[in-house]
């Protein structure tokens, strides 16, 4: 009995040494699809919001964590103590307790706010030139037209690097949600309900975008490529796209 008791918290410990191991190495920036590698102006907003809430989200736990261990250990029952004097209610603590929650989440809350509006529409809009890309969502994959030059393609974005792109989110279907970890997102992709976000890519590559919402048993394949690339090579790639199929000329393969 005591063996199999052992043997069963060491599985617990393991268990739970693995999953903290999975956790923190998601964190790693050379990861394909880490939120801490940003290689464009709309994910590094989001990142550089993520360190500041996160850092007053430390400074909150040591403060409240320690108050509390402070009270634990000061105010401990002691032997041969009775039960301490009753009190109620404490108006000069209750003010400080409300105030200084309210002081952090307006601290939180305004450059949230500012990130929200900066992030919303690209600095160069396509109704004044800028490239627009229309993303479909399907069960269980991703359409991509070019609206100018009625090229479509799934699962691969092609953008040219260095320039913001607009990109119209629609779904067919159900909810999905698109993201590039390294570029922008989350927004979704609602039915009847159409959304927008811009990104551009800082330098030349391939990034890996993801559905982000459960959208049904192949959610997790639902995943696409944007390949970001020199505005010639761009060009290039959208006209030969555009082009008419080739003609075969090998009778063999005519018939
Ligand atoms: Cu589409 Cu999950």
Redesign the pocket.
Known sequence: MINAGWRSNRFLGLSALGSLLALILGCTPSHPQSTFDTLGPVAKSQLDLFYLIFWVAVVVFIAVGGAFLYAAIRYRRRRGQGDPEQTHGNTKLEIVWTVIPAIVLIAIAIPTIITIFDNADAPILPKDGGLLIEAT?H??WFEFRYPDSDVVTANEMHIPVGEPVTVNLDSVD?I??FWIPKLAGKVDMVPNNPNHLWLMADEPGVYYGQ??????IS?AN?RFKVIAQPRAEFDAWLLAQAALPFEPVDPLAIE
């Open positions: 969502g069960q269980w159900v999905h949600s559905c982000a919402e459960f959208c049904g959610h639902m």
